[in-house]
């Protein structure tokens, strides 16, 4: 196995494990009041909290927008990962996320949910923010009848954002903001720096990009076919799939000059 499969097959074999739940401190980031309350203490793990943040942690950890960001080892985030008091640790992150927030032209009210437990076996910190969503009611008294809007805590589990600290390595799920006019990724650029991955839908959307452009120049029909047919095989076999193997395995020798053109 070759180093990058060895790294991806690293974490697949680490995000099948379950999170084991040390603590939680749960934060209100209220973008449209300008408000961020921050846990004064560790939240009461109920059987129901658990199995939300469980759900949480899940929806995370199999998100195709999941990516990898490489740091320091005296990143702030391993600082946070080692504080004992996770009260602390979450106040210090959900400022981060709130002034990352703050920086787009508008961002929904939303939870932060900050864990710290074990994942795979290695001490884990998972921070988790969940968007509240507009959803109309009716305040009315006995002189005023009114439709208006309020922002609420979907029902089901959501991970809009995310930052996932395990061991050394830091992931990180990033949501596309509208900063200035334009759509823009705030997290990683405002805050934590780190070198990033691509995702696996970016790896995904590269590689067809890269095999639909080959064969519209070379006019062979048979390259797409190529790719499912390998991708098949794949997902049979559990193999982990990495950009460059992908394309080289389908177009052959030229693989390095397609990869060079889509900056892999």
């Known amino acids: 196995m070759v180093p990058s499969e060895a790294k991806t097959k690293q974490k697949e074999d680490l995000f099948v494990k379950t999170f084991i739940i040390d603590s939680v401190v749960t934060s209100y980031l209220g973008f449209e009041n300008s408000i961020c309350e921050t846990g004064k203490e560790e939240t009461k793990i109920s059987s129901e909290l658990s199995d939300y943040v469980q759900k949480l942690v899940e929806k995370a950890l199999k998100s195709t927008s999941l990516k990898e960001v490489r740091v320091g080892s005296q990143h702030e985030l391993f600082s946070c990962l080692n504080e004992k008091k996770t009260e602390k640790a979450a106040a210090d992150i959900a400022r981060h996320f709130y002034s990352a927030g703050k920086s787009a032209d508008s961002v929904p009210d939303a939870s932060l949910v900050t864990a710290k437990g074990k994942l795979g076996g290695e001490p884990a910190l998972i921070v988790i923010k969940t968007d509240h969503k507009p959803s109309?009611?009716?305040?009315?008294?006995?002189?005023?009848?009114?439709?208006?809007?309020?922002?609420?805590?979907?029902?089901?589990?959501?991970?809009?954002?995310?930052?996932?600290?395990?061991?050394?390595?830091?992931?990180?799920?990033?949501?596309?903001?509208?900063?200035?006019?334009?759509?823009k990724m705030i997290l990683n650029d405002s805050w934590i720096h780190g070198e990033a991955s691509m995702t696996d839908r970016q790896k995904e959307n590269a590689v067809k990009k890269i095999i639909k452009d080959v064969q519209k120049e070379t006019q062979d029909m048979t390259y797409i076919p190529k790719l499912k047919s390998y991708l098949s095989q794949n997902a049979v076999t559990g193999a982990p799939v990495g950009v460059g193997e992908t394309v080289e395995a389908v177009i052959g020798r030229d693989a390095d000059e397609y990869l060079e053109a889509e900056g892999i």
């Open 136 to 183: 109309p009611y009716n305040d009315a008294d006995s002189s005023n009848v009114r439709i208006v809007r309020r922002q609420l805590l979907p029902s089901s589990p959501k991970a809009d954002e995310a930052v996932i600290v395990c061991g050394d390595r830091v992931f990180i799920i990033e949501k596309k903001y509208t900063v200035d006019g334009k759509g």
